[in-house]
């Protein structure tokens, strides 16, 4: 319980001080301002038929286009460019922990940073869908039509395209939501994980460098049909559906056995050496 303790208290000041950083804040107003050109496009669509829409269809669909998903993420790498997140705390912090609690601390950080910077992307596509929309777990028929768009031609007119059939048959909106929330989410911290192992082990932005160009060169693979390659496909849970439901089991493998090899190469680690090159 004492440990539990410290970790929590820990990760408390270290979101305190974060969020004192400019490079965090632009991060977040990042994250909630790049994704409303696909949302204006989707209302625009919207109210071209004059029907109705589910409140939360918006975020569903908004995160299935591809090429938001690459741009979405860029808020979050400004969030944790700065891993392992030493400042002069971290040298006190080490005194009262060990190594290995303090590696879970920053785990614990990213997951919550990446929580909240998901509820910042998600929330705002909800509420302004609002005038437009309603409850329930009922698809609408505007994105009932955009899933049957095989000739991409509406996609073209308003650019916004969502051909996720197999998702619809097998969930409700509602679950829909929950599964591209939870994707996304396991989608940052995947992407944080490997920029805080890369830079930790690595020094430097190595660690950005690695995870940006997984995430730009997922995007590639995508556009060379090589799509289950791409790490960005984790991101969207469409890529996991077909008639038999929804399977998210490899992206939070993926993420879980990242988590496990950074937790034990943590102790090769010289933080001093580390906190030295910061400084």
């Not at 971290?90 to 060990?98: A, E, F, G, I, Q």
Request: hydrophobic share 50%; proline share 4%; with cysteine.
């Amino acid at each position: 319980m004492r440990k539990l303790q410290s970790i929590l208290h820990i990760t408390k000041n270290l979101l305190l001080y974060e969020w004192s950083d400019k490079r965090v804040i632009m991060g977040f107003l990042a994250g909630i301002t790049v994704p409303f050109y696909w949302l204006k496009n989707f209302l625009d669509y919207v109210a071209a038929l004059g029907e109705p829409v589910n409140i939360l269809e918006a975020f569903v669909v908004v995160e299935h286009e591809y090429k938001s998903v690459m741009f979405l993420v860029l808020g979050w790498f400004l969030i944790v460019s700065d891993a392992p997140f030493i400042n002069g705390n971290t040298y006190y912090s080490l005194c009262r922990t060990k190594k290995r609690s303090w590696n879970l601390t920053m785990v614990f950080y990213i997951l919550t940073q990446a929580a909240l910077y998901t509820a910042g992307v998600a929330l705002p596509m909800v509420m302004a869908s609002l005038p437009c929309g309603f409850a329930g777990k009922m698809w609408s028929n505007p994105v009932y039509l955009l899933s049957q768009d095989h000739t991409l031609s509406r996609g073209a007119e308003y650019g916004i395209r969502f051909l996720q059939r197999d998702m619809m048959r097998s969930m409700d909106v509602p679950q829909a939501f929950l599964a591209t929330v939870l994707c996304f989410f396991l989608y940052l911290v995947l992407t944080g994980l490997i920029l805080y192992t890369g830079n930790l082990l690595l020094g430097g932005v190595w660690g950005l460098a690695i995870a940006f160009f997984l995430h730009v060169g997922g995007f590639g693979l995508r556009f060379l049909g090589h799509a289950g390659l791409a790490l960005i496909g984790y991101a969207s849970p469409g890529n996991f559906a077909d008639a038999g439901g929804i399977h998210p089991v490899r992206p939070v493998a993926v993420m879980v056995v990242l988590a496990a090899l950074q937790c034990c190469l943590i102790h090769k680690v010289d933080f001093k050496e580390q906190m030295h090159t910061q400084e």
